[in-house]
């Protein structure tokens, strides 16, 4: 797993945790640590798969990602035959989507109750033929849907397109409800089983 970080302020660890399909923890990598005031950094973590034990354990995996202890990602990956028909390429939050080109600006996980919104962009690559659609799902820190949730069309086959979801905080009742936040991204209804999580903070 590769993540790039922008902005550092201060130097914290990177852990990267993987999860068997039955929910119990199979291995832990560490990714090092941020080094303070650079402009961008990288963190990865790996787990050995072909040649061991888990290569024969099929079904969805998760690696769950925490900088400074705190949970910023969820990324289910499948291992067996299974062959997908996208790629999740990239994906980040941000306050503001460019007007002209909705790529996000200034991504980052935390925010405050006069924020006026958190914007989930997702990048898809290597889209084969067929009809899509991405379904976002805010979660607050109790663990219930907000009911927020926006979904976008697409289609292939494609080289790469974005979707994009957003929850509005300030003057809305996410802003009365502080916390540790997630956003679930569904593909095509398969709401059994998110394409990806994402971890966000909305503070007083």
Request: glycine residues 10%; proline residues 7%; without cysteine.
């Amino acid at each position: 797993m590769w993540m790039n970080f922008t902005n550092v302020q201060i130097s914290e660890s990177i852990d990267f945790y993987w999860y068997l399909p039955n929910g119990t923890e199979h291995f832990q990598s560490v990714g090092g640590s941020l080094p303070t005031g650079y402009p961008w950094d990288v963190g990865y973590g790996h787990m050995p798969l072909g040649g061991t034990p888990a290569a024969d354990v099929t079904g969805v995996w998760h690696v769950l990602a925490y900088v400074g202890g705190a949970k910023i990602l969820n990324q289910p990956f499948y291992v067996g035959s299974y062959t997908s028909p996208l790629t999740i390429s990239f994906s980040t939050l941000a306050p503001v989507l460019k007007s002209t080109t909705y790529y996000p600006i200034n991504s980052t996980i935390y925010y405050s109750t006069s924020s006026v919104s958190v914007n989930s962009y997702v990048l898809f690559t290597n889209i084969g033929s067929g009809s899509y659609n991405a379904t976002f799902d805010f979660i607050t820190p109790q663990g219930t849907s907000y009911g927020n949730a926006s979904s976008g069309a697409f289609s292939g086959p494609s080289a790469s397109t974005y979707v994009y979801g957003y929850l509005d905080i300030h003057g809305y009742p996410a802003a009365s409800d502080p916390g540790a936040w997630e956003v679930l991204i569904y593909v095509n209804n398969n709401f059994a089983s998110p394409a990806l999580i994402q971890s966000f903070f909305i503070s007083s």
